[in-house]
């Protein structure tokens, strides 16, 4: 039982280069979840799936895709990386109402 | 949507002393706490939750406890322990969304001191 996996955990872009960052999670949850977390701002929110199928914006979905495969994954895909989406990524997935949630170990991506 | 303050931003405690974080939440409709703990380089990890239901919970040298009616919710560490220092996040859920998302405060750096 891994609980929720995220490849790569590092990664360097150039500028304008694209990329996917994979989330898997075992637990068979409904919902999953894309935060990013910059250095004192907390973690925000990027995009969402309540569940299989269904995928919503956050609150910073700008420049940012995802896609919800089937229950077990939620990837998240930066088209044209830039500067700004320098951070580090959590995948996070939860069972339902009244559940917290199990988050990946996160991607430290770093855009040059 | 739902807002959650958290204060301090940062806590400086001699080891052995307590430390209290202390949030709020804007919407009534909130009834799910869930607390976390994360470690530097690490990723965030529940500690300890709370429902509307329940006023206290305890987990050996942590409690969380929940005022519905002034709606917020506080965090205790009791005998801090170097290994307590961590950035802890506090965080609401609304019941009867569909889209069980956490709200999260801005988070607490508590340092102990040896």
């Known amino acids: 039982n891994a609980g929720v996996t995220q490849t790569p955990k590092f990664q360097v872009l150039k500028t304008g280069q694209s990329m996917t960052l994979q989330c898997a999670q075992d637990?068979?949850?409904?919902?999953m979840y894309w935060y990013r977390q910059d250095p004192g701002m907390g973690l925000r929110l990027i995009y969402y799936?309540?569940?299989?199928?269904t995928t919503d914006k956050g609150e910073v979905p700008n420049g940012y895709n995802v896609s919800r495969l089937n229950k077990r994954e939620f990837s998240l895909r930066l088209e044209s990386a830039a500067p700004s989406q320098t951070s580090v990524y959590f995948c996070?997935?939860?069972w339902g109402e009244g559940y917290g949630y199990t988050f990946g170990s996160g991607t430290r991506l770093t855009v040059v | 949507g739902e807002n959650v303050e958290q204060h301090p931003s940062t806590l400086s405690v001699q080891e052995g002393d307590s430390a209290v974080i202390k949030c709020t939440y804007s919407?009534?409709?909130?009834?799910?706490f869930p607390w976390y703990k994360q470690e530097l380089g690490k990723r965030p990890q529940l500690i300890i939750d709370i429902r509307s239901n329940v006023g206290e919970k305890k987990d050996q040298r942590i409690a969380v406890t929940l005022n519905k009616t002034a709606k917020h919710f506080s965090l205790h560490i009791t005998e801090t322990q170097p290994e307590d220092s961590a950035v802890y996040f506090c965080a609401a859920s609304k019941g009867g969304s569909n889209d069980y998302k956490l709200s999260f405060g801005a988070g607490t750096t508590v340092t102990v001191r040896a």
């Open positions: 919407d009534s409709a909130s009834n799910y």
């Open positions: 996070a997935s939860r």
């Open positions: 637990m068979n949850h409904n919902s």
């Open positions: 799936s309540a569940s299989e199928g």
